[in-house]
């Protein structure tokens, strides 16, 4: 199929080139997140609410994180979910009480051979690198996951009925994606809205990436 030069440029600019194809020597390209992933610089964490899941309305779940310091920039999409009507929020520089967390996991990388470790910390008085914090609805409380500029807010479900997904999702990185600011921390927080057991789920997607000029 022809390509027109202003489309082949439309096509390769977030793209980078991963090898030659050994039978016409054509460069074979595959889209820069992907490349982060061969590069082992691509991580995931997850959290699903656990016990005692969220039971009245105000209640909380999160993942909160710090990113690390300048050259590196964190490129990250994010999945939520509620089974019953809730509203989730991305809060940069909250004002979060530190150590106020059941779980401090690692990240995982999504090549799995790869030795890298990501750049982030949990929100904890001494950070260790590569860490993210889990709060469950007794660490929420605690931490107050307030303040801070809110970067979205949306509805998860409207009267106990679908969408329960959120719309931020990795489906749509393109437009979803948030560049973070360096050395700052973010909290994403799910607050349920009805007086019901509800499951919170929250995914974060990122690649890390060095910017020389910076």
């Known amino acids: 199929m022809a390509i027109s030069g202003l489309g082949l440029l439309q096509?390769?600019?977030?793209?980078?080139?991963?090898?030659?194809?050994?039978?016409?020597?054509?460069?074979?390209?595959i889209l820069l997140e992907h490349g982060k992933i061969h590069e082992g610089k691509a991580f995931y964490a997850h959290y699903e609410s656990e016990a005692?899941?969220?039971?009245?309305?105000?209640?909380?779940?999160?993942?909160?994180?710090?990113?690390?310091?300048?050259?590196?920039?964190?490129?990250?999409?994010?999945?939520?979910r509620a089974d019953d009507e809730s509203v989730w929020e991305l809060r940069e520089?909250?004002?979060?009480?530190?150590?106020?967390?059941?779980?401090?996991?690692?990240?995982?990388?999504?090549?799995?051979d790869s030795l890298n470790t990501s750049g982030m910390t949990g929100?904890?008085?001494?950070?260790?690198?590569?860490?993210?914090?889990?709060?469950?609805v007794i660490d929420a409380g605690v931490a107050s996951l307030a303040g801070g500029t809110i970067l979205e807010h949306e509805t998860l479900a409207i009267a106990g009925g679908p969408p329960f997904?959120?719309?931020?999702?990795?489906?749509?990185?393109?437009?979803?994606?948030w560049i973070l600011k360096?050395?700052?921390?973010?909290?994403?927080i799910i607050t349920s809205s009805t007086a019901n057991n509800t499951v919170h789920e929250i995914a974060l997607h990122w690649y890390e990436t060095v910017h020389k000029n910076e």
């Open 165 to 177: 997904g959120g719309v931020g999702n990795s489906e749509a990185r393109g437009m979803r994606e």
């Open 52 to 80: 005692p899941l969220p039971t009245n309305a105000g209640e909380e779940t999160a993942i909160g994180f710090k990113t690390p310091a300048l050259p590196t920039r964190i490129h990250m999409v994010i999945d939520v």
């Open 182 to 188: 360096a050395e700052t921390e973010y909290v994403i």
């Open 93 to 112: 520089d909250p004002a979060i009480g530190l150590n106020n967390h059941t779980t401090v996991p690692e990240p995982l990388n999504r090549f799995r």
């Open 123 to 136: 929100n904890v008085t001494i950070p260790v690198a590569n860490h993210v914090s889990f709060y469950n």
């Open 11 to 29: 096509q390769l600019r977030n793209a980078v080139a991963r090898a030659v194809d050994a039978v016409t020597n054509a460069l074979i390209f």
